[in-house]
């Protein structure tokens, strides 16, 4: 019987297969076939702690006995005021306000209509967004709109605004970056967008923390607002908690979702400043911020980011990011000569299968994963860059049987 689910990111007029997975512990995926595949990608750089962690699995439960969902507009409950004021004690000041959403694509979304309420509100005209080459932000219309424009966003062309774009930061050329974008300084922008340190869908391409310092003291000379998109990058991916703290810099509005709930249901916050939250304080209803969903806040989703947040205060999480980022480089020296530009930061170890960076559309991606699928690991190549980000709980064994996975696929 033919399934009447819609894939994302997936041509089903391919065939391609599509395992069902009927439950997770730790770092693997176990189908109803009886397979145990090792999750070597966070399940979309998700997971962070594993599959279904005690501490969270016993948040969510608690909580669904309690509150399951109310409005928040007009209305607050104790799981979303106690993670907020636990946010704020765990980022850096000046992030002293809080607003919830649902994803990544749509904490982005929140950011950018902060900042455009920001300037409207103070009845200043800024409004020109400058965005990273090669960057992704989502897949909603804000978010496809400060992304790279290519296949991901070619059929939706006419939905989408002008951006002001600078040079992506490669090696050698890194003050050609912050030359184009003090350039557009003086043009008065709204906002910068970044992904700090890691482009993710871009490639997994790395830029140095003092490309990223240059950019934000430009924002700051010059009024704009430094928007930092760590949906992908936050909760120690690249090594620390947030991936500006490597260039000891502070945004006006940070991105956070994914491992906010160390990956378990879906739950996004947008921090901002104090002076953003201000500009739309007024007496004026009409200087408020339009902007929420059904499910703003869910109670659920906050008791299991509150249980992550725990996990980070009370757990050791920082040493085994830095032990699974050690157990990464020896296993990414191995592959010398297997593949091209093998990189690291943090947790992340990326690759090129072929000399030269390829499209996302490369033929050679479905053909890898179908072979390490076969080798039960789960591994999604962006076009022919390979990357391997597993949960920081893996194991050993595991991440050997990733590699000898890697070595055996792009060796043949």
């Known amino acids: 019987m ?27 995926l176990f189908t109803q076939d009886g397979r145990r ?36 507009a007009g209305w607050t409950h104790e799981p979303a005021e106690a993670l907020a004021r636990e946010l704020v004690a765990m980022m850096p000041p000046p992030l002293a306000h809080v607003f919830y959403s649902d994803s990544g694509s749509t904490s982005v979304e929140v950011a950018l209509k902060m900042a455009l309420g920001h300037f409207a509100n103070r009845g200043e005209d800024r409004s020109r967004i400058v965005v990273m080459a090669d960057s992704y932000h989502g897949d909603t219309v804000g978010g496809m709109s400060v992304g790279a424009r290519g296949v991901f966003s070619r059929s939706y062309a006419p939905l989408l605004f002008d951006v002001d774009v600078i040079p992506f930061p490669a090696p050698g050329a890194e003050q050609d970056t912050l030359d184009a974008f003090e350039r557009l300084c003086r043009t008065r922008p709204a906002a910068l967008i970044v992904e700090p340190l890691l482009l993710g869908a871009g490639g997994m391409k790395i830029y140095p923390p003092s490309v990223l310092r240059g950019l934000r003291d430009l924002c700051a000379a010059h009024g704009v607002l430094f928007i930092a998109d760590e949906v992908m990058t936050g909760w120690g991916r690249t090594g620390t908690l947030l991936a500006c703290e490597q ?15 160390g990956g378990a249901v879906p739950l996004a916050v947008t921090m901002a400043t104090r002076e953003i939250f201000e500009s739309h304080w007024s007496t004026d209803r009409a200087k408020m911020f339009f902007h929420s969903s059904s499910y703003t806040a869910n109670p659920i989703a906050c008791a299991a980011a509150r249980a992550n947040l725990a996990i980070w205060r009370e757990e050791p999480v920082r040493a085994r990011i830095a032990d699974l980022a050690a157990r990464q480089a020896v296993h990414a020296a191995a592959l010398d000569g297997v593949a091209n530009n093998i990189r690291q930061l943090g947790t992340v170890v990326a690759m090129e299968v072929e000399t030269a960076q390829g499209s996302y559309m490369s033929e050679l991606a479905p053909r890898l994963m179908a ?42």
């Open 247 to 261: 260039a000891g810099v502070v945004p006006d509005l940070l991105c956070l979702s994914k491992g906010l709930t």
């Open 2 to 28: 033919t399934s009447p689910v819609w894939h994302p990111f997936t041509q089903h007029g391919l065939n391609e297969p599509v395992p069902l997975v009927a439950r997770a512990q730790g770092a693997a």
């Open 371 to 412: 072979q390490f699928r076969a080798r039960d690991v789960l591994l999604r190549p962006l076009g022919n860059t390979l990357y391997v980000m597993p949960p920081y709980c893996i194991s050993d064994a595991d991440l050997a049987l990733v590699y000898a996975a890697i070595g055996a696929v792009l060796g043949g």
């Open 37 to 72: 595949v090792i999750d070597a990608i966070s399940s979309w750089w998700v997971t962070t702690h594993g599959h279904c962690h005690p501490r969270i699995v016993a948040a969510i439960r608690d909580q669904a006995e309690t509150l399951d969902q109310m409005i928040f």
